[in-house]
C-alpha cells in the first residue's frame, strides 16, 4: 500500500495546486531554494554524531556492552539474542537493518528472535541521529531530550518483547 | 550532548589502541564518510520534500493539516505561534504516514522556530523532540519487506504488536517530558 501512498500524496498535491491556478514550478523552486544550506548546516553534527559511533561500534565495545547487559535484559524479558540489536539501535539505522537481517537469517524470520526485533527495531528511531539533526545548528544543551527519549525507547522494547509472546 | 560524545569517541580509541591501533582512523574515516553520504542523500531528499512541501504552501493542503491536527498540538505545544503549530502539525502528519524525509526538515524548521536564539531546548522543544525519537508511525512498511524477502510466512503479522509498541514508546515519552517539566518547576520555587 505504502508503494503507492507516497506517489499518489505527490500527484495529488500538484492536481490540487494546479486546479486552484498556484504557480506550481514557483512555488517548489521556493521550496527546494532551502535545501542546499540545510544539509549543509546539518553535515557538521552528523559528521560528529556518525565519527562516534562508527568508533564505538568498530573498535566492538558494542557487543561488549550488549554482552554485560544480557544478563540484565534477560530478567526483564528480553532474550539474550536480540542484546547486540537493543544496544545499536538508537546510535545507526544501517547497523541495526543489518543485525536484523542476521538475525532473520539464523533463527529464521518467523521464530520468536525473528518477531521481537522486527517490532522492536519498527517501532523505535535512531535516538542519536534524530537528536543530532533536528537539534543540529541550534540546540546546545538537550535538557533530557536524549535521555528520556532512551528511557522511552528502552520501555519500548520490554514491550515489544512482551506483546510478540502473546500475539 | 558533549558529554556522552567524548565518552563514546574515548571508549572507542581506547579499546581501539589496544586491540585494533591500526584500524582506528580508518573507523573514524568510515563514520565521516557515512555522514557524507547521509548528507548527500539528504540533499536530494530534501529537494524534492522541501519542493513538494513549498507547493503544499500555496495550494492550502498545509493548512488543512494544520487545522486537522490544531487540537493536539494546541495542547501539546501551548504558546506558539501559528506557523510554528503548522510546521509541527505537518511533521507528525508525516511521521504518521512513515513519511521520515518529509518530516526531518519541517521537524528541523520547527524545532528552529522553537528555539529562536536560545542555547538550550526550551520545554516545548524537549518534547518535540522526544516525540520524533520515539519514532511515531503507523505502518513499518521497511520491516515488513524485509521479513517477506527472508522467507517469512506472514510477513505483516508484525504490525499490530508494533503500532502498540510505538505508542507505549511515545505516551512514555510524553509522560517523562511533562514529569521533568513539574519537577523542574518544583526545584526553582
Not at chain 1, 34 to 52: H, M, R, S, T
Not at chain 2, 79 to 85: D, F, V
Not at chain 2, 92 to 110: D, K, M, Q, R
Request: hydrophobic share 55%; aromatic share 8%.
Amino acid at each position: 500500500m505504502s508503494v503507492y501512498l507516497l506517489p499518489a500524496f505527490i500527484l495529488l498535491n500538484f492536481l490540487v495546486a494546479a486546479l486552484r491556478r498556484v504557480p506550481v514550478f514557483d512555488a517548489f523552486i521556493e521550496g527546494a531554494k532551502g535545501a542546499v544550506k540545510l544539509a549543509a548546516e546539518i553535515f557538521p553534527y552528523l559528521a560528529a554524531v556518525l565519527i562516534a559511533v562508527s568508533l564505538f561500534k568498530d573498535s566492538g565495545l558494542a557487543s561488549l556492552v550488549a554482552r554485560w547487559l544480557s544478563p540484565l535484559f534477560r530478567v526483564m524479558g528480553i532474550p539474550p539474542e536480540l542484546t547486540e540489536l537493543i544496544v545499536v539501535r538508537p546510535m545507526s539505522g544501517s547497523g541495526s537493518i543489518g543485525l536484523l537481517t542476521e538475525i532473520y537469517r539464523q533463527y529464521g524470520a518467523d521464530s520468536y528472535p525473528a518477531r521481537a526485533a522486527s517490532v522492536i527495531v519498527g517501532s523505535s528511531e535512531t535516538v542519536f541521529y534524530v537528536a543530532a539533526l533536528y537539534g543540529g545548528g541550534r540546540i546546545k544543551k538537550y535538557r533530557g531530550a536524549i535521555t528520556i527519549s532512551l528511557i522511552a525507547t528502552f520501555a519500548g522494547t520490554v514491550i515489544s518483547c512482551l506483546l510478540c509472546r502473546l500475539f | 550532548m558533549n558529554l556522552l560524545f567524548v565518552i563514546m569517541m574515548a571508549a572507542g580509541l581506547i579499546r581501539m589502541l589496544f586491540f585494533d591501533p591500526s584500524g582506528a582512523l580508518g573507523a573514524a574515516l568510515a563514520g565521516a564518510e557515512n555522514a557524507v553520504s547521509v548528507s548527500i542523500r539528504m540533499l536530494a531528499v530534501y529537494a524534492l520534500w522541501l519542493g513538494v512541501l513549498g507547493v503544499m504552501k500555496k495550494n492550502g493542503v498545509t493548512s488543512f493539516v494544520t487545522r486537522l491536527f490544531r487540537p493536539l498540538t494546541r495542547r501539546l505545544f501551548r504558546g506558539e505561534k501559528e506557523q510554528t503549530h503548522a510546521l509541527i502539525s505537518q511533521n507528525l502528519a508525516a511521521n504518521f504516514l512513515g513519511i521520515g524525509s518529509a518530516a526531518t526538515p519541517l521537524g528541523i524548521e520547527a524545532i528552529r522556530e522553537m528555539q529562536g536564539e536560545k542555547a538550550e531546548a526550551t520545554d516545548n522543544a524537549v518534547l518535540f523532540l522526544v516525540i520524533n525519537a520515539c519514532g511515531v508511525q503507523l505502518l513499518p512498511a521497511t520491516i515488513i519487506a524485509l521479513r517477506e524477502q527472508a522467507g517469512s510466512a506472514s510477513a505483516s503479522d508484525i504490525l499490530l504488536p508494533t503500532v502498540i509498541s510505538t505508542a507505549v514508546t511515545a505516551t512514555i515519552g510524553v509522560l517523562l517530558c511533562f514529569l521533568k517539566r513539574k519537577s523542574g518547576s518544583k526545584r526553582k520555587v
